[in-house]
């Protein structure tokens, strides 16, 4: 009968030895999660791809976990140094050319060593596990232009495996000055990377030791200015790779960089002392420091007034006066007046309401500065009416009635605009820009002549 198997089960309860804490509190998690599941999914389905999701968060030692930040540290360590023996040494490269030269498909172009998909293939079998990742398709693909023999350049493709080769080392050469390792750059991290760096680069033997860390103060100036628009104080590994700054830097290892290259190149030492140079020559109390009145003497010396007010407002000062690093900001906005970076750190000055964007009443407030100026040189003011139709033509903004720093910078007018408002040199420049033209022509035409 059912309540003698009732009685019979309970009994049996009875005698069975009680069960520890733990073991209960395991029991019901596992009911827990069993119920918990079944209510959340429906019924029980024997695909749970749910259950094998790898763990994708690994939280960063704090900097009381000594160990841990050490284990974090020599692993990444080891984790880089087997990725430099991946890449291709030097004789392994002269191996692969070796190989490419001797797989050479005829007929030359001129001097152009070319090659064929098929010995491009068996050159991929000779060389080596390392080199297995350049022989595909897709690379073949991508470096064939209009070969009717349907061949690839052996000199374009050898220099895409150096260029790829050369990237992964500076990728492990940055890395290994990523503290954090999480693939940015502090300000510190890439100031140790480029003081180690100077001894690698001729073009700099001739910097004393004492202008190290005003030379280091420069050239990382350039990479946050333009790589850390945010101003976070950091700046992606990827970022700095992609951008071309790394190459201008490393090209100070070339002994015989020409005269014109030196003085193009922000990092050169001819550059860095030009820079610090005009710091020194206006900081006339020679504090270290710059006030507005030492800063107007910048450049021709024709900032206006208002503009300098800006710039004292809007960028960091101490007792209201400029240090290096900031007036480095500074030249650097104003000397690539083209950039994106630069339009956005003087936009910023000019937008003395800070709404987002230039109206008549911020043009007309920055070029009464330039009336004035003009009537201190004697020359006739301009009317703003026609300034001010003028820069609503050349930058076309999508409302007619204000201009945001997108419709600056999509207008490529983004320099101009900002000389006319801000520089009485630029200005005047820009109102004679007819006369410079035909001057410059016939400058040519004597030069022709002659």
């Keep these: 009968m059912d ?10 309860a009875r005698r069975a ?25 429906g019924k029980k389905t024997d695909n749970m791809s749910y259950a094998n999701i790898p763990r994708f968060y690994y939280r960063l030692p704090a900097e009381d976990e000594v160990l841990l930040q050490k284990l974090r540290e020599e692993s990444r360590a080891v984790f880089l140094q087997r990725k430099s023996r991946e890449l291709l040494d030097n004789e392994e490269l002269q191996n692969l050319w070796f190989l490419l030269d001797k797989h050479q ?12 998909y098929e010995n491009f293939l068996k050159v991929g079998e000779k060389a080596g596990p390392k080199c297995k990742q350049f022989f595909t398709a897709k690379i073949f693909a991508k470096l064939l232009h209009n070969d009717p023999y349907g061949r690839i350049s ?15 080392q500076t990728r492990i050469g940055l890395s290994l000055y990523d503290v954090a390792g999480q693939g940015y750059l502090r300000e510190s991290d890439l100031e140790n990377y480029i003081l180690e760096l100077i001894p690698t680069l001729p073009q700099l033997d001739g910097l004393e030791k004492s202008f190290y860390s005003f030379y280091v103060c420069t050239a990382v100036r350039k990479f946050f200015f333009f790589l850390d628009p945010l101003r976070t104080g950091k700046i992606k590994i990827q970022d700095i790779l992609a951008c071309s700054f790394l190459d201008d830097l490393l090209e100070l290892r070339d002994e015989e960089l020409s005269k014109e290259s030196q003085e193009t190149n922000w990092f050169s030492a001819p550059s860095a002392l030009r820079v610090y140079g005009q710091y020194l ?5 020679h504090n270290g420091m710059l006030s507005k009145e030492e800063l107007s003497r910048y450049g021709t010396g024709t900032l206006t007034n208002i503009f300098l007010d800006r710039v004292f407002q809007e960028c960091l000062t101490y007792d209201g006066e400029m240090d290096y690093k900031t007036y480095l900001d500074f030249v650097l906005a104003l000397e690539n007046r083209k950039e994106p970076a630069a339009l956005q750190y003087i936009f910023k000055l000019l937008d003395i309401e800070n709404k987002g964007h230039l109206n008549v009443f911020s043009l007309n407030y920055f070029f009464r500065a330039i009336q004035e100026q003009m009537k201190i040189h004697g020359q006739e003011p301009v009317s703003f009416q026609d300034v001010k139709d003028e820069i609503f033509d050349m930058v076309k903004p999508k409302d007619p009635y204000k201009i945001s720093l997108q419709d600056l910078i999509n207008s490529s007018q983004g320099d101009t605009v900002t000389s006319i408002l801000i520089d009485l040199n630029g200005f005047w420049t820009y109102e004679n820009r007819e006369v410079l033209v035909a001057s410059d022509n016939d400058s040519a035409a004597d030069a022709d002549d002659t």
């Design 3 to 12: 309540w003698e198997r009732r009685l019979r089960a309970r009994l049996a």
């Design 17 to 41: 030895p009680k069960k520890s804490e733990q073991e209960l509190k395991d029991e019901e998690m596992e009911l827990f999660t069993k119920y918990y599941m079944e209510w959340k999914g």
């Design 105 to 116: 498909t005829s007929p030359m172009i001129g001097e152009e060593a070319m090659i064929n």
């Design 154 to 168: 052996i000199m374009q493709f050898f220099n895409y495996v150096m260029r790829k080769v050369w990237l992964h």
């Design 281 to 285: 020559n206006l900081d006339k109390d």
